[in-house]
């Protein structure tokens, strides 16, 4: 069964500071899909990154970078120089086939607060 | 081009009503999902909607039923509603559905049950 495992309920960071969020997955397929996902006050998730399970190379886009380790079966997500807009909460989820069908599984997220 | 839309946006039922909430998928998308959100915690897949039929369900009860649209917009029905279906009901679109696809949300609808 997937499962996903987001430990840090809550982060408050100061801002300009960095803060990783860790995200942790447990699957048995070996094709398999990881996203971050934002979700502000106002309720509607936001898309950040998608990573395939074949490709390991860290991805930075401006202030986020990612950490996909295979063998550690993490996908951790750093925001660089906080920002008060990067307050949300964050969700990471796996993606897999399921009766060739896409099934997502989310964690239960991380809570950023960024302080002025 | 307009992303997933819900409606509505926030409602209030009592217990043991029935509730339809409403989503039309992001232009071009043929896939929609359901997942109810509790207070403080991850998104709880309900079930997916494929070509206008059922393809994969979460661990919900029948009291979950769902319908897609030959326009692939979808509806979400909650019958014998219970205080703890209170919770942010949320819709998602994709093209097919493949484990490598975006899953684009709502906004959700806020469903209170008294």
């Known amino acids: 069964a997937q499962k996903v495992t987001q430990a840090q309920t809550e982060i408050s960071v100061v801002e300009k500071e960095d803060v990783t969020l860790d995200c942790v997955y447990e699957t048995r397929d070996t094709t398999y899909y990881l996203f971050w996902y934002k979700q502000p ?3 509607e998730l936001v898309f950040l990154i998608r990573r395939n399970s074949f490709d390991e190379q860290n ?47 989310f964690g239960t997220g991380t809570k950023l607060q960024v302080i002025p | 081009d307009a992303g997933v839309t ?18 039309s998928p992001k232009s071009g998308h043929d896939t929609v999902s359901w997942y109810q959100q509790a207070l403080g915690q991850g998104p709880q897949f309900i079930f997916q ?20 649209f030959p326009n692939y917009s979808s509806e979400l029905n909650v019958n014998a509603l219970l205080l703890g279906d209170s919770a942010l009901y949320l819709c998602a679109s994709s093209l097919q559905t493949l484990a490598k696809n975006i899953q684009y949300f709502g906004a959700g609808t806020r469903l209170s049950v008294l």
């Open chain 1, 41 to 43: 006050p106002s309720g």
């Open chain 1, 59 to 105: 991805e930075i886009s401006g202030r986020y970078s990612w950490n996909f380790q295979k063998s550690t079966s993490s996908f951790n997500f750093t925001i660089t120089a906080s920002q008060v807009v990067d307050s949300a909460v964050y969700f990471c989820a796996l993606s897999e086939y399921s009766g060739g069908y896409q099934k997502v599984t």
């Open chain 2, 6 to 23: 819900q409606s509505p946006t926030h409602l209030i039922k009592t217990r043991g009503q029935q509730v339809t909430l409403r989503c």
């Open chain 2, 49 to 68: 909607y494929y070509e206008e039929e059922e393809r994969q369900r979460g661990n919900f009860p029948d009291r979950f039923s769902g319908h897609q």
